[in-house]
């Protein structure tokens, strides 16, 4: 394992740092949450910047469009962007994490052709359609049912927890072709979202947003071209997308868990607590001092993985590893600071100069990273059975 960047690393990084620092503060401040039109634009808008740049698609192969980046340079990216408190992938996440790479490997050219240049540019929105109210963990259990006719599959079914539904152009989508095989029976199409038949219910969060929604699928006629893959390929069609996931996913976030910790330690040097500043109690510099050195065993873990990776090519089981260990600690992070806010921390606006609003949204958003791309229950078996051996559970 070697932990350290190499000189052309450096390099990329001081020439990122040079560019975010005069783009990143150009780019303005989010708008608010459930503002989709301008949400939209904000998250394209910083993509067609990337792109126009050059830093667009960092781990596309470059025959795509994309920067064709080593894994080491990845890191680098993710670095970079959390220190310049840049926007991140924001409503891109899907297109350029999941559906970009799919086409990319296993679609036509046609496919090819219109996507992948649109994605890059920040001129479409993908969204994924693949769990249903039964089918969670159990992904293969899906039902939406997909039915040929002539030139069209006519669909028909309910999706569920579909992030961004209400602004994507575009949707992965997992539908059943063949209810003889449970696994053997999926196949992978694209939906554009502007099609007959789609209704999208928004399903208010904890934080009263409406990140995801409910999707009602009546009729909905898709065109047989919109396969990627083989009919009845698409369970082995999503696995291939995980080729790109080279255990940099939670980069970002891990960085930005760092920059909070900081954070916090500076809140408890103003925050008075029995006349003196909360930072005087022993306990609870100890526990930040803890939390601290988790986040920076985690990001080492995260260098192993991608050293690993480079050295083996094949992406181990630190994927799961990390995904645990980092939403697990992500909420107690959180979870401390809306203890170390005291009563402002019952509040989801700034009190008395405090910062509440951010850091109790931040708290109620880490729950659900628990569950979201596979819950901690399912990561834990994974580990259980894969790592450590242990008998597996009765199916
Ligand atoms: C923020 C967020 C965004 C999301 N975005 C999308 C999206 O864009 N598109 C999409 O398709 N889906 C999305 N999801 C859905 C997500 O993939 C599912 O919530 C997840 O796979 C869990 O499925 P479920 O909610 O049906 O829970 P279930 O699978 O019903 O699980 C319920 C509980 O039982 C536990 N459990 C289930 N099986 C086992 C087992 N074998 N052993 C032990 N415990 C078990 C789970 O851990 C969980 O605690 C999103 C979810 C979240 C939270």
């Not at 394992?1 to 780019?27: K, Q």
């Not at 039964?134 to 030139?151: E, H, N, P, W, Y």
């Not at 959180?334 to 951010?358: I, K, N």
Request: glycine letters at 8%.
């Amino acid at each position: 394992m070697d932990l350290r960047y190499a000189e052309r690393d450096e390099t990329f990084r001081r020439e990122l740092r040079a560019w975010l620092a005069e783009a990143a503060p150009a780019h303005g401040t989010p708008p608010p949450r459930d503002d989709w039109a301008a949400r939209r634009d904000y998250d394209l808008g910083w993509q067609r910047k990337l792109f126009d740049a050059g830093y667009a698609g960092i781990n596309w192969p470059k025959e795509y469009g994309g920067l064709g980046a080593s894994l080491t340079e990845e890191l680098v990216y993710y670095e970079e962007i959390a220190r310049a408190r840049a926007p991140y992938i924001g409503m891109n996440f899907v297109g350029i994490r999941h559906g970009g790479p799919t086409i990319i490997a296993e679609g036509t050219d046609a496919q090819k052709a219109l996507h992948l240049p649109r994605i890059l540019r920040g001129e479409e929105v993908w969204c994924q359609g693949f769990s249903e109210p039964t089918a969670g963990s159990d992904l293969a259990a899906l039902r939406t049912s997909a039915v040929r006719d002539g030139d069209d599959y006519v669909v028909n079914g309910q999706k569920i927890w579909t992030s961004f539904a209400q602004s994507a152009d575009y949707c992965e989508m997992l539908v059943r072709t063949d209810t003889a095989s449970k696994h053997g029976g999926i196949s992978w199409v694209i939906m554009p979202m502007n099609l007959d038949g789609i209704e999208i219910r928004p399903l208010p969060t904890l934080l009263g947003e409406t990140d995801f929604s409910e999707m009602f699928l009546e009729n909905v006629r898709i065109p047989v071209e919109n396969l990627v893959g083989e009919e009845n390929d698409g369970w082995r069609v999503t696995n291939v997308t995980l080729r790109f996931e080279r255990g940099t996913a939670w980069a970002a976030d891990i960085i930005e868990l760092q920059q909070t910790l900081r954070e916090l330690a500076a809140l408890a040097q103003r925050i008075t607590r029995d006349d003196a500043a909360a930072w005087e109690d022993r306990a609870l510099r100890r526990e930040l001092g803890h939390l601290s050195a988790e986040v920076e065993s985690l990001w080492a873990m995260v260098k192993l993985q991608v050293s690993e990776l480079a050295k083996t090519g094949v992406p181990g089981l630190g994927g799961s590893v990390i995904k645990l260990a980092f939403t697990e600690l992500n909420q107690r992070i959180y979870e401390f600071g809306t203890q170390l806010l005291g009563r402002a921390g019952l509040s989801r606006e700034d009190v008395a100069d405090l910062p509440a609003q951010r850091i109790v949204d931040k708290y109620l958003n880490t729950l659900s990273l628990t569950i979201a791309a596979g819950s901690s229950q399912i990561q834990r078996n994974i580990l259980s059975e894969r790592v450590l051996g242990l008998p597996k559970e009765r199916r």
